[in-house]
């Protein structure tokens, strides 16, 4: 009998949750009707909207009408960046970090295109900015700080509320991607001292199409879907209200099962790094030792692919990522561990694993086993 | 007991049809992986999308890799029309008509503060473009013309074919909206002479929050969301399989049904118009009396107020729509009606019927009588 596959790559993509699934499901055929309609279907898809941004707002401790759905986190960061620079009529300064995801990074460089003067602040070998080095990048004419919360490849957590008391401070606009984050950091939109903040509802046991934007009361977010004007104006299309509702379902359900996950997930995480470590000898951990996600863990193993590694655990059974999925199959190695200072050679030599709610320590402790035997088979 | 509502706005949305929904499901919680992931979930995924590519290249007549997966009839709209422009550096020329969709209408008004030069070609009484206007139309610096395939207020169809013809003759990029088309009309993009065409799910028995969009080999689109680069780089983000694989299949499922259930609904329209017609003797057809979407009869009620008569429908239990479902709530009157030359009072007075799967000629023959009653009540 083949066994189950072992999925570790959660922070690629993370099953539907069944009681999402039920929450979502009346409104595919049954309550089907379009939020802009004003007859009573109509009417009542409209309410389902309403409630679902409710739910939302109630996790981030913001106004309803804060919250902009999307079809993921990388709408989510194209619209508070494209949109905020284009409030700004494509002039000024944005800083962002080295290690920001490609829908950060792609923006950043079509914004150099369009004039905007960017200025990318440098990462430690863990991977963490420093909150002095994005103070001292601050000009006259910055208009936006753009860091991510925490890192989809190492894990690496950011001081996000120290960087974002210092930058508004200065009234200037603060934005995070935030899409590791829900079920595993708090969320407090006021307590991080943010202004947008990014997420996508299939990295949290939510639908796959499904994303949330943060925008701070009073923030001039230049729409990027033109239309029928809803969301505000900010975000025309058809609201998809099964996704809407199960993003908001299962944003709520991660925060409920927040600390008690983030407890379970991080003792698996640290006995995972300190096995492998024991296991190959060579083995280096990269991230933060202790400020990463406590559900990620991530090496770089000297005279391994990363890219044969993850086929041949696939093969065994265990499913893993090497580097983030956006920019596997791409042969540049990943420039957040260049970024940390590693050579390309080694940054080649990169796997990450990062937890669910499926993951047991028997399923950690069958991995180990097969990691050593498949990285000795590797060299 | 209390009769089921019968649902007359199939133009504004439709149900999830059961049979898509249950190709659908396996994506939502089993095989969930990032297709971007090399492991084996995540190729499975991969190869999902791949087909479900290719099952809607198949209805268009066109290659897999000139379709792209968006969020919905917006974003495709949007994309065409963005994405072709800003590849013209946002210079010269694009010829629309007047009575287009906002996501078309909006990023024109859009286009003017960008320097785009647009001339919005008329319509006559009965919603037509003349094929004659647009050719005239057609200066030297014209890259796009946007015509939309069916009306979705008024249920007039235009010449797309005789109309990209011309355009394409000159080498200038054809796009036309075709969200109203998909199990109604014929979608081959080489009979239609067309180089761009959008279409949005929902409005077939497919899942909100997906659409696509056709665009023919050569045709450089510049992308509007930017990130991991997906969709050969024309549209980044993590791709919705469940959505993508339930477009698909309600796209394939819509066109294998097509002459059938066209021919079904044209029968039934007729009936409608006539009776109503009949029972209300000053009723004025609006649209084309022959040229018109299969599905739509479209009305205007001198001395009615077209949103009460909406909401009178429905406590009657039949949900119809008073124009398009984006801009009800708006207390303008529809600009459809204003191009063909209604004056504002009468626009006010429309009602629009949608038919469906589900439309019976039973349904129609009580609807017939309640709207007459309705209709006497608000006079």
Same mark, same amino acid.
């Given at each position: 009998?083949?066994?189950?596959?072992?999925? %570790? @790559?959660?922070?690629a993509?993370t099953? &539907?949750?069944g009681? *999402?699934?039920?929450?979502?499901?009346p409104?595919f055929?049954?309550?089907?009707?379009?939020p802009s309609?004003i007859h009573?279907?109509g009417?009542?898809?409209?309410?389902a909207?309403?409630?679902?941004?409710? /739910?939302?707002?109630?996790?981030?401790?913001?106004?309803?009408?804060?919250?902009?759905?999307t079809?993921?986190?990388?709408?989510?960061?194209?619209?508070?960046?494209?949109?905020?620079?284009?409030?700004?009529?494509?002039?000024?300064h944005?800083?962002?970090?080295?290690?920001?995801h490609?829908?950060?990074?792609?923006?950043?460089?079509?914004?150099? $295109? /369009?004039?905007?003067?960017?200025?990318v =602040?440098g990462?430690?070998?863990?991977?963490r900015?420093?909150p002095?080095?994005?103070k001292?990048?601050i000009?006259? @004419?910055t208009f936006?700080?753009?860091?991510?919360?925490?890192?989809n490849?190492?894990g690496?957590?950011?001081?996000?509320?120290?960087?974002?008391?210092? =930058?508004?401070?200065?009234e200037?606009?603060m934005?995070?991607?935030? =899409?590791?984050?829900?079920g595993?950091?708090?969320?407090?939109?006021?307590?991080?001292h *943010?202004?947008?903040?990014?997420?996508?509802?299939h990295?949290f046991?939510?639908?796959?199409?499904a994303?949330? &934007?943060?925008?701070?009361r009073?923030?001039? =977010?230049?729409?990027q879907?033109?239309?029928?004007?809803?969301?505000?104006?900010?975000?025309?299309? $058809?609201?998809?209200?099964?996704?809407i509702?199960?993003a908001a379902?299962?944003?709520?359900?991660?925060?409920?099962?927040?600390?008690k996950?983030?407890?379970?997930?991080?003792?698996? /995480?640290?006995?995972?790094?300190?096995?492998a470590?024991f296991?190959?000898?060579?083995?280096? &951990?990269t991230?933060?030792p202790?400020?990463?996600?406590?559900n990620?863990?991530?090496f770089?193993f000297?005279?391994?692919s990363?890219e044969?590694?993850?086929m041949?655990?696939?093969?065994?059974?265990?499913?893993?990522?090497s580097?983030?999925?956006?920019s596997?199959?791409?042969l540049?190695?990943?420039?957040? %561990?260049?970024?940390?200072?590693?050579d390309?050679n080694?940054?080649?030599?990169?796997l990450r694993?990062?937890l669910?709610?499926s993951?047991?320590?028997?399923?950690l402790?069958?991995?180990? %086993?097969?990691?050593q035997?498949?990285?000795k088979?590797?060299r």
């Open positions: 009998m083949k066994t189950r596959p072992v999925y %570790l @790559d959660h922070a993509a099953p &539907l949750d009681a *999402v699934f039920s929450a979502m499901r409104y055929s049954k309550q089907f009707a379009n309609s009573a279907p009417k009542e898809a409209a309410k909207l309403s409630e679902a941004r409710k /739910r939302v707002a109630g996790v981030l401790a913001c106004n309803p009408d804060e919250i902009i759905f079809s993921g986190g990388t709408e989510s960061n194209n619209l508070a960046l494209v949109g905020i620079a284009e409030a700004h009529n494509f002039k000024g944005i800083i962002t970090s080295a290690i920001e490609a829908s950060v990074l792609e923006v950043m460089e079509y914004f150099k $295109t /369009r004039g905007v003067s960017v200025t =602040v990462v430690d070998e863990y991977g900015v420093n002095r080095d994005v001292a990048a000009r006259d @004419d936006l700080v753009s860091i991510m919360y925490a890192n490849e190492i690496t957590i950011q001081s996000i509320a120290k960087i974002g008391s210092a =930058v508004q401070k200065q200037i606009l934005h995070t991607d935030a =899409v590791q984050a829900p595993l950091l708090p969320l407090n939109v006021n307590k991080l *943010v202004g947008l903040m990014s997420f996508s509802s990295k046991y939510g639908p796959k199409g994303g949330i &934007l943060y925008a701070k009073g923030t001039q =977010v230049m729409p879907l033109r239309g029928g004007g809803q969301e505000r104006g900010r975000r025309s299309s $058809t609201e998809n209200i099964p996704g509702v199960g379902t299962a944003f709520a359900r991660a925060e409920s099962h927040r600390e996950e983030a407890s379970r997930l991080s003792k698996l /995480r640290n006995w995972i790094i300190k096995e470590i296991r190959i000898p060579d083995a280096l &951990l991230g933060h202790r400020e990463r996600l406590p990620s863990a991530s770089c000297p005279g391994v990363g044969h590694l993850v041949r655990l696939s093969e065994r059974g265990f499913d893993c990522s580097g983030s999925a956006c596997e199959g791409a540049e190695p990943s420039h957040v %561990l260049l970024a940390c200072g590693l390309k080694a940054a080649k030599g990169s694993i990062t669910g709610a993951t047991t320590q028997a399923q402790a069958r991995f180990a %086993l097969v990691l035997e498949e990285i088979k590797l």
